[in-house]
Every structure is written in structure tokens, then in C-alpha cells.
């Protein structure tokens, strides 16, 4: 807001009556926001979006510490940045092709994948890693649990990580999660051929507004966090465009039974 309406910090701390470093700490999560200090800013920067003032409100209030700050010391800040996008998200789209999801793995499918890093990660390592990708799940369990859709390709069902036994108690618990209203999976076939999106890891996560959503890039270097309007909209068409050549809920079901049962018959 307060590029949009051509302010330089040092200008937006003098309208605030403050000074441009707290303005930068409000601006990078440093110190909490009030929701009337809120509606001050959204003024002074001329913003007369009331959803999107009613959504940065909603997230105010004073600064509290989420589950993943324990992990400050050990894990990268990418992997913190993850489970608090996830945790506020009001819902998620993924997609992926050669894994699985990680709000969707078991403790030993995520445990291989650990084991597979470059530099390979201590045993210490390696276990806050899956503590933290096990937690992140919570999501999917409380009370008012966040709606999540997963679209996976065939490529991942069909990936042995850790042998038969875990790969098949892995999909079994893929199953298990459809069972919930609020987990969707759909399953993109080999049979689908192309199609966009298949170099990468998404995770869409919706805010309250869409001008709050985040997309999470999974890469090779580490995460990535993408907001640009432009590029949230090239990742909606996206993830629709896979969801058009993705099999319906049912017969992606029975898409990951047919894997589950070519694993028993071995």
C-alpha cells in the first residue's frame, strides 16, 4: 500500500508520527500491528479497499510465537516461512509430480526424501526436519481444519521411496485423507500427456483477500515466495489447467487403490 502510494518509508514513519525504521519493522513482521494503527496506515497511504483492510486486520493483534519458531535454530527460515504461510492460509492448492505432498507424507515416506538432500543432512538433521513436516499437518486436523486440495501425478504414486512397505502404507494414508470432506486429491494419469506446471512443486495458499494469497515454490536452492498480482494469476492458470487434465476425485481414488494393489501383489 505504501508503494502504491508513492512513500518512501522515512515519509510514512513522519505521517504516522514514528520513524522509517519502525516503519521497516511493521513492513518485515518485526512488531505487531493494532488493528486502529492498521487503519491509520491503510489512510495515510490512501487505500480505500475495505476487504483488504478488514483482511491485513484480521491478522494483527499482538505478535505471537507459532510451533515453527522452536525451529529457528535448526531449520532453514524457508521451512519457518512455510508452516506459518500454511497455518494462516484460509485455503491451499498444490501440485505436484515427482513427490508427494508434504501435508500428505508419512514420518517414514518424509524421512527417505531427508536422506536423499545434497549436502547430505545429519541424523539430528534429518529428524527435526520430519518432527517440523509432521507438525505442519495440524492444519488438517483441528477444529476448523484448512480446506486442501492436492494435485498429483501418477509419476509420484508410482515412486518407491523406502521400499514396498513404506511406499504402500504411504498410499494408504493418502486414502485415508481423502476420507476427510475438507482433503481433496486429484490424480493427474500418465495417460494425460502435457501439460504446464510439470518442472515444479506449487502450493497456492489463499489469504483472506486475494490480494493476501501466496504461492510456495519448492526448488533445488531452497523456497521461494511469490505475491507479484501478475504472477499469482499465472499460477491460478496453472494449477486449473492441471486440475482440467487431472482424473475426477473418484477415479483418482481408484487410480491410487489400482497403485496400492500392484504393491500387494508383488
Not at 47 to 53: F, R, T
Not at 92 to 121: C, M, W
Not at 238 to 254: I, Y
Request: charged fraction near 25%; glycine fraction near 6%; aromatic fraction near 6%.
Amino acid at each position: 500500500m505504501r508503494e502504491r502510494a508513492g512513500l518512501s518509508s522515512t515519509e510514512a514513519g513522519r505521517l504516522l508520527g514514528t520513524n522509517q525504521a519502525q516503519i521497516s519493522n511493521i513492513e518485515a513482521g518485526r512488531f505487531g500491528v493494532s488493528p486502529d494503527r492498521m487503519r491509520t496506515l491503510a489512510r495515510n497511504y490512501s487505500c480505500c479497499d475495505a476487504e483488504l483492510i478488514d483482511g491485513l486486520i484480521s491478522m494483527t493483534g499482538e505478535r505471537r510465537r507459532g510451533w515453527w519458531e522452536e525451529y529457528r535454530s535448526v531449520l532453514p527460515p524457508g521451512l519457518l516461512d512455510l508452516a506459518e504461510l500454511e497455518h494462516h492460509a484460509t485455503a491451499l492448492r498444490s501440485a505436484y509430480v515427482s513427490h508427494l505432498p508434504g501435508l500428505l507424507q508419512t514420518a517414514e515416506h518424509a524421512r527417505e526424501i531427508f536422506r536423499q538432500v545434497v549436502p547430505a543432512l545429519s541424523p539430528p538433521e534429518v529428524e527435526h526436519r520430519i518432527s517440523h513436516r509432521i507438525k505442519r499437518q495440524a492444519i488438517l486436523y483441528r477444529d476448523h481444519p484448512t480446506p486442501y486440495t492436492a494435485i498429483i501425478h501418477e509419476a509420484a504414486l508410482r515412486m518407491r521411496f523406502g521400499g514396498t512397505s513404506t511406499a504402500l502404507h504411504q498410499l494408504q494414508h493418502i486414502i485415508e485423507m481423502t476420507e476427510h470432506n475438507h482433503v481433496t486429491v486429484r490424480v493427474i494419469p500418465f495417460a494425460a500427456g502435457s501439460f504446464p506446471g510439470s518442472g515444479q512443486s506449487i502450493l497456492y495458499a489463499h489469504g483472506h483477500v486475494a490480494q493476501l494469497d501466496t504461492v510456495h515454490l519448492d526448488t533445488a536452492h531452497g523456497s521461494e515466495l511469490v505475491d507479484a498480482e501478475a504472477q499469482l494469476e499465472k499460477y491460478r492458470i496453472v494449477l486449473d489447467r492441471m486440475e482440467t487434465v487431472a482424473l475426477p476425485e473418484d477415479t483418482s481414488r481408484d487410480l491410487i487403490w489400482s497403485v496400492i494393489h500392484s504393491l500387494k501383489g508383488e
